[in-house]
């Protein structure tokens, strides 16, 4: 059951509570105990300026402390999370998830949360819409994890009733309506966000390419968009050689999924957002090795990306359209399987020669640009587990970027901003295309030992034919071995809330 939020109003009273959730500074822990002001209550405040004191709870971003209240207050327990006030958006994100993983320990399902002047006027300076929405996401995606499977089930820690409470002078009553509006906001990317993580987090014996397609049409119809699901004998027909080869050596045949937002019937512009789906990756001819290799279901983590984005934003109902596509196969060894020294003839009309049929994601997505563009895309962004490469350039903490068009990047940087995830650009020097010259084809699918991040985002762009490019190469930032922030261990459902923010604010500059 979905969390319900309010801004002012006391559904959760504090005797109602099972903790409340007080957002503090260095700043006013270091005020002296007299001050005019009381933090909650002056025997809790006393302990909490006696921790710090001791440097025990420096109010640090991420840090909480649990203070019993013991009878001197209506809720059991009192939540401190420190808070960096000159952090913006993603301090205050950040603040929310530690404070919600602490409710979690305390299984408090029902939280107040109070907001002292300090955030209050920190929220006013970036926006009190976008700061709600901030807390908002902060609180709900650091409490989703991946749900296990195992012979006895347990229910995922859950908020049920959470109230955000002004404390002094600065929440204004004005206010109420940008906060019921952000509060609104960062549920519904949050729910974005924890559809796409929970499809990547699913075995790849349960999501095959046909599944992944079932799984688009439930969305399709729950939002009443329209679908295609291209099979493998309607794909033959369109003559998709990069998505038939990677599926051809697995008994789960591929799918080529595409789905329409029209948002805008007057307008002949449309968004093709493209997702990476490859629902198990094996590498193919080209065998991986054997540790670490479970972690290839998240290799369709940019498919669920932008099956994540098009669900909020079919629930936003900006005046865009956006056409969604998502190629998916499974990349398997067989006597059927495609192999290195073959050359294939894409959807576009171009050759490719395979060197590698580990690098079998820039396939699918080169025939996933050439139907977006043939279904009306007038700009692209693709979204891709594409390398391990663009790891070594950036670890875990940004996902790579690649494009033809300053322009266009630079909206999706923006709206990376705004989201709170981060995008890096990498180059994309004409040096750097040459290395996927082939005198077999009219390319190849791999560029050599260096570069590696760069030359794959090149080969997709291949297929842009000219039109505004962004290649998103999230092979860094989809899957975490530990958790960090509002980001769970496993499938982070990075990238959902950037697309989301740019087809949103497209129409407002």
Avoid: C
């Avoid at 939002?223 to 291209?230: A, K, S």
């Avoid at 957002?273 to 279901?297: N, P, Q, V």
């Amino acid at each position: 059951m979905s969390a319900t939020f309010t801004y002012g109003a006391r559904s959760a009273d504090q005797a109602a509570a099972d903790a409340v959730i007080r957002f503090i500074g260095k700043e006013e822990l270091s005020k002296r105990e007299g001050a005019a002001n009381p933090i909650v209550q002056p025997q809790i405040d006393e302990a909490i300026r006696g921790l710090h004191a001791k440097g025990l709870f420096k109010a640090e971003a991420e840090q909480t402390e649990i203070i019993p209240t013991l009878g001197l207050y209506p809720a059991p327990h009192i939540v401190f999370a420190g808070f960096d006030a000159e952090g913006g958006a993603t301090g205050l994100r950040l603040a929310a998830a530690s404070a919600a993983n602490a409710a979690k320990k305390l299984k408090a399902a029902v939280i107040q949360v109070l907001l002292p002047d300090s955030l209050l006027e920190a929220a006013a300076a970036i926006g009190v819409e976008r700061a709600a929405a901030a807390l908002t996401e902060g609180m709900l995606l650091a409490l989703h994890t991946r749900q296990s499977l195992k012979r006895e089930p347990s229910e995922r820690f859950a908020l049920r009733d959470v109230a955000f409470v002004p404390q002094g002078a600065a929440g204004a009553a004005s206010d109420a309506a940008l906060w019921e509006r952000g509060i609104a906001s960062g549920k519904l990317r949050a729910e974005g966000v924890g559809y796409a993580r929970d499809l990547t987090n699913l075995p790849g014996n349960d999501l095959t390419p046909e599944r992944l397609a079932f799984h688009a049409e439930e969305l399709a119809r729950e939002h009443d968009l329209e679908i295609e699901v291209i099979d493998e004998w309607s794909a033959a027909d369109q003559r998709m050689g990069g998505l038939l080869a990677v599926g051809q050596g697995s008994i789960n045949p591929p799918r080529m999924i595409v789905i329409h937002y029209k948002g805008d019937e007057n307008s002949d512009e449309a968004w093709g957002l493209i997702g990476k789906g490859i629902t198990f990756d094996t590498g193919g001819i080209s065998l991986k090795r054997a540790a670490g290799m479970e972690e290839m279901i998240s290799d369709m983590g940019g498919a669920a990306a932008v099956l994540g984005a098009i669900r909020v934003i079919a629930e936003l109902k900006p005046s865009v359209n956006v056409i969604a596509v998502v190629p998916t196969a499974e990349n398997m060894p067989s006597d059927r399987a495609f192999k290195p020294g073959d050359v294939l003839r894409m959807m576009s009309g171009h050759t490719v020669e395979i060197v590698n049929t580990d690098a079998e994601g820039r396939l699918v997505l080169a025939d996933g640009l050439t139907t977006a563009i043939t279904r009306g895309a007038t700009k692209l962004v693709d979204v891709a587990t594409l390398t391990g490469n663009v790891m070594a350039a950036l670890g875990a903490e940004a996902t790579g970027a690649v494009t033809n068009d300053e322009g266009l990047l630079g909206q999706v940087l923006s709206a990376s901003e705004r989201a709170g995830e981060r995008i890096w650009q990498l180059p994309a020097y004409p040096e750097f295309k040459k290395q996927l010259r082939s005198g077999a084809a009219d390319l190849k699918n791999g560029g050599g030992r260096y570069a590696g991040a760069i030359t794959g985002g090149l080969f997709i762009g291949h297929f842009a034919e000219g039109l505004p490019w962004v290649h998103l190469d999230i092979g860094g930032t989809a899957w975490l071995e530990s958790g960090r922030g509002w980001e769970p261990k496993g499938a982070t459902g990075v990238m959902v809330r950037t697309l989301v923010e740019l087809i949103v604010r497209d129409k407002q500059g």
